[in-house]
């Protein structure tokens, strides 16, 4: 295990890398103008939703995993203007240098307690989303609530789309451990988003020591081929790194075996290697592959570990892996296992996953289309009035007013659709229900009472009165990504062409927002 005193100062000094200005310059503008104009204070409601799942080109996701949203929560638990901030903003001048920002808006910007009356509701973080449902609404003065939109989707685009992809790789491994391999390869200190939300995905632990040890993991790591490249420069041979390698750690030896040559050099020394550590008392935990065809060299390796007595011995695989190159592995060795007459459970069974650059980059899809649009707003006599957007694009114009979502579940237990109303309505105020596309005009579906088995209600009030709920753990949050996956139909979580999982609106939310539209374009 890791220094349980050192990862929650590693975790608080995560939260405050982003500062109070850790914004985009047109939030400040808007917020200027709700202060000048008297709408400051008046509560409103943006939900954050995206458009749609990733493509990564030759595949697609079916579904996305929430990530990002403890680490939102705490930034804004300790959000403060201080007097340096306000400076700052004060020394702002325009192009004709006049003052961008006035004293009166400052003077609101740095009113003790200013981020107060903010309530925050979302899914909870770990689980699965789907394109167009509101995952976080918050409601809160008009001001605040404006600016709060670009970190919460800095916070939550990223992860989100990190955790998405490590469950589809996990998913891809069929039980295999999958290790985060990617600090090297990911966005600056932003990795460390990018792991925690990999762990949330299903990654077993990471190579990053800092973050493991603010995670509550252990680091793994085994040696780069520099090791066995300095051994041999100096004459003692690939034999002589490995042995090197096993004196320093004995009990977690795992020895990279592709330096010189895989099958005739690598393999056999470790085998000589893992020979002395068990005459020691020892027993040596497994060889990494590197480079090369990694599934016809695995059941090599295979075999010649387990003719020297070694079948327990892991074979971790690395090398710009993601999950449908881990799929492609899995059918090989079938295939190469079946053409050899030998069986390819055990060699799958053994074989460990080094996932790096697709996974931290998520390879083929490096963005994910977050957005955080204004709902709803208080009109003069307190009551609530929705808001619109219209585009040209059905897909851009946002589902209007304060609303509820419900998942729905099949008699198999099996989610069948996420259903978007209006804050104040019954799933299922008759025996059948006629549900509508979020996007296109005109599609509808009927649902009956009795084809589901049991409705949930997927928000949760995750921030109010200025605090948030104690964190969840990141094996819990991990259990409930699992959890959600398994209930998604197997169509849904098919890594190529997935089936389209079911997201509707309710007749009144589909009529309200047809009024609204009609309404603007007149």
Known sequence: MTDRALGPSILDRWSTVRGPLFTDMYELAMAQVYVEQGLSERRAQFDYFFRSTPDYGTHQAGFCVSAGLDPFLAWFEGLRIDAEHVEALAAMTSTTGERVFSAAFLGWLSAPDRFAGVEIRAIGEG????PHVPVISVTGPLAVSQLLETSLLNHLNYPTLIATKAARVVRSARGGRVLEFGMRRGPATGVNEGIRAALIGGCATTSDVEAAIALGRRPVGTHAHSLVQAYLAVGDGELGAFRAMAASAPDDCVLLVDTVDTLASGVPHAIT??????????????????????????????TLLDEAGYPDASIVLSSDLDELNIWQILTQIGDDAERLGIDPAPIRSRLVYGVGTRLITSHGSSALNGVYKLVGIEDDDGGWVPAIKISEDPGKVPLPGRKTVWRLYDRRESAIVDLVGTADEDPFPTDAIVVHH?????????IRRDSVSHVEVLHEVVFDDGRRPDPVSIDELAQRCATDIDRLDVGVRRLVNPHRYHVSITERLDRLRRELVADAER
């Open 273 to 302: 290697v893992f020979d002395e550590l068990r005459a020691e008392g020892h027993e040596p935990v497994g060889i990494r592959l590197d480079s090369g065809d990694l599934a016809y060299l695995a059941v090599q390796s295979a």
């Open 438 to 446: 979020p996007t296109r005009n005109g599609v509808s579906q009927t």
């Open 127 to 130: 689980r699965v989303v789907h």
